[in-house]
């Protein structure tokens, strides 16, 4: 009896030890590594972080994929800002913003940023930068506020026919990511996440590689992911990467974000194009390109242009090419104003 108490006083005391350790963890993260932005409250309560860099008019507006913060955008956002008033941000129950309070659909994330860029103070007109799910978002938020829009850039936007329900083959994929996303959710709590994401990205890496070893297969091949896409960022942004992944609510987030695909792949289908606002497509060398019926599906003025030298993440593998793709966009705006003008 007295070794079986011994034990069980042992395991408390780690919990508690790393139930603690997380906790002054991501204190110390937040007070590190939010300040270069600003806290935004919007009249529901939710709370949203985003940086601005640059001045000027239009406003350049950055959404991430479906898993990533403001941080994908760190360095083209930089470069950007040389010219043009820019703005990233964390969408809900992801990065530094509260919890989210409605299932991970590009209306309601469209809706929740309108609101949030009205409670900031920024006015439009806007050029749209998304990539991935975010792509998505910002093709709904160009439906629902038309008149707020310039342009819309698209970096290899996520192609919902390739999802449930239109595609079911993915299904186990999006269950065992929303399963695994809920299992962490406990680990982060008590700090075991802190320990793995913080040895991959901010020391040897021993540790995670030992921790994916144990998980198998499936493990390395995630870790390897992380590593090749993480890798491709600045790494002065390695370390916030690690804060955020070490927090149980980016986990929550997730699961909401991978449980909503198929809800969101149902909207999407039912959305009509965009009308009368240019589309820059840009589309991987990798992937095949779309047809003139699914470029008719997203708008009926969009310009594919073909990243031959990148895969999935063409902003971090060809930046100039979405630079030059927001270039394009000002000019274009510019342009349409002398007109008005003239």
């Known amino acids: 009896m007295y070794v079986l108490l011994a034990i069980i006083g042992f395991l408390l005391s780690l919990l508690l030890i790393g139930f603690l350790y997380q906790w002054?963890?991501?204190?110390?993260?937040?007070?590190?590594?939010?300040?270069?932005?600003?806290?935004?409250?919007?009249?529901?309560?939710?709370?949203?972080?985003?940086?601005?860099?640059?001045?000027?008019?239009?406003?350049?507006?950055?959404?991430?994929?479906?898993?990533?913060?403001?941080?994908?955008?760190?360095?083209?956002?930089?470069?950007?800002?040389?010219?043009?008033?820019?703005?990233?941000?964390?969408?809900?129950?992801?990065?530094?913003?509260?919890?989210?309070?409605?299932?991970?659909?590009?209306?309601?994330?469209?809706?929740?940023?309108?609101?949030?860029?009205?409670?900031?103070?920024?006015?439009?007109?806007?050029?749209?930068?998304?990539?991935?799910?975010?792509?998505?978002?910002?093709?709904?938020?160009?439906?629902?506020?038309?008149?707020?829009?310039?342009?819309?850039?698209?970096?290899?936007?996520?192609?919902?026919?390739?999802?449930?329900?239109?595609?079911?083959?993915k299904q186990a994929m999006l269950d065992r990511g929303s399963k695994l996303s809920r299992i962490a959710i406990p680990i982060a709590r008590f700090g075991l996440a802190r320990l793995a994401v913080t040895s991959l990205l901010c020391r040897s890496g021993r540790l995670s590689e030992k921790l994916a070893g144990a998980a198998g297969n499936g493990g390395r091949h995630v870790l390897s992911r992380i590593k090749d896409e993480v890798g491709k960022m600045p790494q002065e942004v390695w370390p916030v990467v690690a804060a955020h992944w070490s927090r149980p609510g980016y986990y929550a987030g997730m699961s909401n974000h991978v449980s909503s695909v198929p809800d969101t792949v149902r909207e999407m289908q039912d959305a009509g194009p965009i009308q009368n606002i240019p589309v820059i497509l840009l589309t991987p060398g990798s992937s095949k390109p779309l047809c003139e019926q699914g470029l008719s599906r997203i708008g009926n003025n969009v310009q594919q242009v073909i990243a031959y030298q990148s895969a999935h993440w063409i902003h971090l593998d060809e930046p100039d090419l979405v630079i030059d793709s927001i270039r394009s966009m000002l000019a274009h705006a510019s342009e349409e104003a002398i007109a008005v003008n003239a």
């Open 24 to 169: 002054i963890g991501s204190h110390y993260d937040w007070m590190r590594y939010s300040s270069p932005g600003r806290y935004v409250k919007t009249s529901n309560g939710s709370r949203f972080y985003l940086l601005e860099k640059g001045i000027g008019t239009p406003t350049i507006l950055f959404e991430a994929g479906i898993a990533a913060t403001n941080l994908n955008w760190r360095e083209l956002q930089n470069t950007v800002a040389d010219f043009a008033h820019t703005v990233a941000y964390d969408r809900s129950g992801l990065g530094w913003s509260s919890r989210s309070l409605s299932p991970r659909t590009p209306g309601n994330i469209a809706q929740e940023l309108h609101n949030m860029l009205a409670a900031a103070g920024i006015k439009p007109p806007f050029i749209l930068v998304g990539h991935s799910f975010g792509g998505l978002v910002m093709r709904r938020y160009a439906l629902l506020y038309p008149e707020d829009v310039l342009g819309v850039v698209l970096v290899d936007p996520m192609r919902p026919e390739e999802w449930p329900p239109l595609d079911p083959s």
